[in-house]
C-alpha cells in the first residue's frame, strides 16, 4: 500500500519516496518482499503518489536493484502498479483488491522501513498455521513507546493474548503493524490475530521521529534498539521476550 499523503512526516515530496538511511521506503518494501516466499506484488498507488508510480514502473521494468546487502530468496519480486482512488487505506485497499489478486492476499505498508524476507515469511507462516480466513497482525502500543516510535492509531482490543488462548486483564492497547492477510474483500470470514513486540513490525515511520529512530536501529547505533533477525515471536509462544529486547 503506497497511495497515502504522509502528510504527518513534515516533508516536501510523497512518503513511499521518503528516504530512510539513503533508501526509499517503497524500494525498501520491495526488497524485503524480494528477499521472501513472494513472487508476485501489486503496489497500490493513488492520485496522490504519481511519483511513487513512476518509481515502479522503473522497477518493474527492471531499473531498480535489491539493496547492498540485502538477502535476497529464490527470486525477485514481480511487481505490477494497481491505481486506487487515494481515499483512505481502507478504501485504497479494497479497490486494490478488487483489481488486483484473489484473496487471501499478503497487505504490507509502506512505512515499515524494518521489514525483512523472514519477517514477511514469519507472517505467511502464520496465516497457514491458523487455517483462517485471514490473520491480523498487531503490536502493543506500549512496545511501541518503549522504541521511541509514536503510536497513533493505539487500540484497547479485548482479545487478550492470541496466540495462547488465554485473555488478559485488563485487555492491553494494541497498534494494527500494516503487515495483515486479507482474506476477503468485504473484511467477510473469520480471522486470527497474534501479536508481537518485533521492532521489524513495530516501526511505521508516520512522523519525523520515526524515521529518524529508523535510520539509527539500521545504522546500529550503540543506544539504539537493536534489529531482530530470522522469525518473528509471537507473544504467547514458550520463550518469547515479553519485554521485547530481542526485537
Do not use: F
Amino acid at each position: 500500500m503506497c497511495g497515502g499523503r504522509g502528510t504527518r512526516l513534515d516533508r516536501e515530496g510523497e512518503k513511499p519516496l521518503a528516504p530512510v538511511a539513503g533508501r526509499s521506503m517503497v524500494d525498501r518494501t520491495l526488497d524485503a518482499l524480494a528477499a521472501s516466499r513472494v513472487e508476485t506484488a501489486y503496489a497500490a498507488v493513488s492520485p496522490h503518489t504519481p511519483r511513487t508510480r513512476e518509481r515502479l514502473g522503473e522497477r518493474a521494468s527492471g531499473g531498480g536493484r535489491v539493496a547492498d546487502g540485502a538477502e535476497r530468496g529464490a527470486g525477485s519480486v514481480e511487481v505490477t502498479v494497481v491505481d486506487t482512488p487515494g481515499d483512505g487505506y481502507v478504501a485504497d485497499l479494497q479497490a486494490a483488491l478488487a483489481e488486483g489478486p484473489e484473496p487471501p492476499v499478503l497487505t504490507v505498508a509502506v512505512d515499515l522501513p524494518l521489514l525483512d524476507g523472514p519477517a514477511v515469511d514469519t507472517v505467511l507462516d502464520a496465516h497457514a498455521a491458523a487455517g483462517s480466513d485471514s490473520l491480523s497482525v498487531r503490536v502493543p502500543a506500549a512496545r511501541k513507546r518503549g522504541l521511541g516510535a509514536s503510536a497513533d492509531a493505539a487500540t484497547r482490543y479485548d482479545d487478550g493474548d492470541e496466540a495462547a488462548g488465554e485473555a488478559v486483564d485488563p485487555p492491553d492497547e494494541r497498534v494494527p503493524a500494516g503487515v495483515n492477510v486479507v482474506g476477503a474483500i468485504d473484511g467477510g470470514g473469520d480471522e486470527a490475530v497474534r501479536a508481537t513486540r518485533d521492532a521489524r513490525l513495530a516501526l511505521n515511520v508516520n512522523r519525523p521521529g520515526d524515521r529518524r529512530l529508523a535510520e539509527r536501529i539500521l545504522a546500529g547505533e550503540c543506544d539504539a534498539p537493536t534489529l531482530p533477525t530470522g522469525g518473528v515471536e509471537w507473544l504467547g509462544e514458550p520463550g518469547a521476550a515479553e519485554g521485547g529486547d530481542r526485537s
